[in-house]
């Protein structure tokens, strides 16, 4: 007989998926300029054409070595440039021993909690929140622990955070910029939550360990977006090309151990062995090869701030309430209705895709993704304006 929960969480897909599927469906019946899509994460940016330079280049190295495997924490010459590119980013001093490379932010997010829980340990998670951090935390055999964000401006709470802190909290997760919601952690914020932190360790007598997811850390408005290990020792950083080189398809990412970590060492062979015990060894080596040729390339955020300028000022004109995104490319919309899927249902009569921020754990809003062409979010807007009357 299989796994129970395994066939419960292959044959439910998430809510967001689903809602893409419908997208599709739908555009196959009345035409793609017909379905305004805001439901899914895909960049719509092109990659950068270094990247297709590299690729060609890399055609004319010998199969033999192209296609061999790596290591298994990935080749030594592109940790190392991951590396350099960080230290002259960040004035830290990392060396490729502190890199594991893996399939894309979900799998080193995966390996990053297979590594540090053990059974019954809490990791917790600021709500709203990437759904699929439950998923990979109680396949870790671990408790995800919800805290709301504050209401005002989805900051962290940290009362309600140091409220939830007990003796088995074992890691604390954070993502900023923020999927959905669009903020980006303050330096008074992340500040503030280190002390938090500190002040629990010593209570507590272990370390609590800062999961920094930051796939989407290069996408910004114009904001700080400050480097996470150097507030907060105990800090993984988990990262991927998906969005800021628009990679996602070739499952490139990594986990970053610093040496400043408690039990660095260990922790960085429990991240190998967790990678080892889940399959995540030795990720994709034709595009390793191509993130050492590309590392430091700049992320293209002009369209999304194109697209976040032309759908704030339309919201803001037909009366919609919605969180300013200073980064990545989601807009969380305020629902019209108490009832977010009730509410998402209605917009999808105005074929506006928009998905339900019960998906993040949250109530009462809707995530729209606005990293689509330019064009369809202009023509989404007399849609907006009708899902708008039908409240009125
Ligand atoms: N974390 C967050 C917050 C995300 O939004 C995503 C993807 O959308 C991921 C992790 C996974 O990223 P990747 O595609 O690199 O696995």
């Not at 590309?294 to 919201?315: F, W």
């Amino acid at each position: 007989m299989h796994n129970e929960t395994m066939y419960n969480l292959g044959s439910a897909p998430s809510a967001i998926r689903e809602l893409f599927a419908y997208g599709m469906e739908r555009k196959a019946q009345i035409g793609d300029d017909n379905v305004f899509d805001f439901s899914i994460g895909n960049p719509s940016v092109p990659a950068p054409d270094s990247v297709a330079q590299a690729i060609r280049d890399l055609a004319d190295v010998p199969p033999a070595e192209l296609h061999a495997y790596s290591a298994a924490q990935g080749l030594e010459s592109t940790r190392a440039a991951i590396a350099e590119n960080l230290n002259k980013r960040f004035g830290t001093s990392y060396t490729a021993d502190n890199f594991y490379l893996t399939m894309g932010a979900a799998a080193c997010l995966s390996a990053c909690f297979t590594a540090l829980v053990n059974p019954g340990d809490e990791v917790i998670v600021i709500s709203p929140y990437f759904p699929e951090y439950r998923v990979w935390i109680e396949f870790a055999g671990g408790v995800c622990v919800e805290v709301p964000a504050r209401e005002d401006n989805f900051q962290i709470d940290l009362d309600a955070l140091k409220a939830a802190i007990t003796t088995k909290t074992k890691a604390v997760v954070i993502n900023t910029p923020n999927n959905p919601v669009g903020t980006v952690y303050t330096r008074e914020t992340l500040e503030g939550l280190a002390a938090v932190l500190k002040d629990a360790e010593k209570t507590f007598g272990h370390p609590i360990y800062l999961i920094s997811d930051e796939p989407y850390r290069e996408l910004t408005y114009g904001v700080e977006v400050p480097w996470v290990p150097a507030i907060y020792n105990n800090t993984l950083v988990c990262y991927s090309w998906s969005k800021s080189l628009s990679l996602p398809g070739d499952r490139i990412g990594y986990v970053l151990v610093p040496d400043e970590v408690d039990d660095a060492r260990a922790v960085y062979l429990a991240v190998c062995g967790a990678g080892r015990s889940l399959g995540y060894i030795c990720a994709p080596v034709f595009f390793q090869r191509i993130i050492e040729r590309v590392v430091d390339e700049p992320t293209n955020v002009e369209a999304y701030a194109v697209n976040r300028q032309i759908l704030t000022s339309a919201l803001d004109e037909l009366g919609y309430e919605y969180i300013a995104p200073d980064g990545a490319f989601y807009l969380w919309i305020k629902a019209l209705e108490p009832d977010a899927q009730a509410f998402s249902n209605k917009a999808k009569e105005h074929e506006l895709l928009l998905v339900p921020s019960d998906s993040f754990g949250v109530g009462g809003w809707v995530r729209a993704g606005y990293c689509i062409a330019q064009d369809t979010i202009e023509r989404s807007i007399p849609a907006f304006a009708a899902l708008k009357k039908d409240y009125e």
